[in-house]
């Protein structure tokens, strides 16, 4: 790649990426192995997140047309690690 900032960029997309898709992953297991959830609740409980996502993704896409992405990233990055921090003190 000739432009180092289009590489590194792309690089922490990736990595980012890998992180929100296998803690996706992870937690219908997690529900179902160690807070004892059945199969049906664990479904109900992570089903709205992927809604959720598939909303956003179909709104992100017509917003790209009119807002520039680097201030449609900006609040998700920020919003991130208190999301993360509420989710780890959840009992």
Avoid: C, E
């Avoid at 219908?28 to 192995?33: A, D, I, V």
């Avoid at 004892?36 to 089903?47: I, K, Q, S």
């Avoid at 201030?71 to 003190?89: F, G, T, V």
């Amino acid at each position: 790649m000739k432009d180092p900032n289009f590489a590194t960029g792309t690089f922490f997309i990736f990595v980012i990426g890998a992180v929100m898709s296998a803690t996706r992953a992870l937690l219908p297991p997690m529900l179902q192995n160690l807070m004892n959830y059945p199969v049906a609740t664990t479904d109900l409980v992570t089903a709205p997140s992927g809604a959720g996502t598939m909303i956003a993704m179909l709104l992100a896409g017509r917003l790209l047309k009119r807002i520039d992405a680097r201030l449609l990233l900006i609040r998700p990055a920020r919003k991130q690690p208190d999301a993360s921090l509420a989710h780890a003190a959840m009992d």
